[in-house]
């Protein structure tokens, strides 16, 4: 990213980004939820496919967000002050970003990104593809084929990344059992979890564990 760009990282998305080491550069960053989310931030050309934006208008949101940490509590009068601040923010990127409304965006992509969804709500869980094909009401052949056409690997390596991503992270943060964390992916055998960590990875989930302490 050059200067004036943002970007945005989705819940539950491992990410990791820096600056530049001879020429770095600072940003500000606002996080936010609610059901409307998806919908204000198409409205502000930004969604799944499209995480990065250009603006002008780089100081006014910094000063934008200097403001949000001016709340100190919880009342009802800061949480209504920084929702305000929160849409003028929206606002300022909408000046000069073009939304996304006008842009084709197919059929088969919505399906993908609801599989996406799903996977990131359930991957617990041990689901199957035939699980995400009833959810979409496609047939699962024809999910495969468009979800692999798009993303460039199977919905099953998909599961498996994301699970091996938190897992990742879970290692890193917490002091739960390669079994407690093997659960908490969707695998109900350790052993099973261990291989599959290790096919992603390089490396078991013991010896991950060891290179982040």
Not at 71 to 95: H, M, N, P, V, W
Not at 124 to 130: L, W
């Amino acid at each position: 990213i050059t200067k004036g760009m943002g970007f945005l990282i989705k819940p539950n998305v491992l990410t990791r980004y820096e600056a530049d080491q001879e020429n770095p550069w600072t940003y500000v960053w606002v996080g936010f939820s609610g059901e409307k989310c998806e919908q204000f931030l198409r409205d502000i050309g930004i969604d799944a496919h499209t995480l990065l934006f250009q603006t002008e208008n780089g100081e006014e949101l910094k000063y934008l967000v200097l403001d949000m940490l001016k709340s100190q509590t919880i009342s009802a009068a800061d949480e209504f002050r920084l929702q305000g601040l929160l849409y003028l923010f929206f606002s300022t990127i909408a000046k000069n970003n073009t939304p996304i409304e006008n842009k084709s965006i197919s059929n088969d992509n919505d399906y993908v990104q609801k599989v996406c969804d799903f996977i990131q709500l359930h991957y617990h869980q041990p689901i199957k593809v035939q699980d995400m094909a009833t959810y979409v009401n496609l047939n699962r052949s024809y999910l495969s084929s468009i979800f692999q056409q798009s993303t460039g690997m199977t919905i099953q390596e998909y599961l498996t990344k994301f699970r091996m991503t938190r897992a990742s992270e879970l290692l890193k943060i917490t002091n739960l059992t390669v079994e407690q964390i093997a659960e908490s992916c969707g695998y109900k055998d350790a052993l099973v979890f261990s291989k599959a960590f290790k096919k992603t990875m390089d490396m078991t989930p013991t010896a991950y564990r060891k290179t982040q302490t």
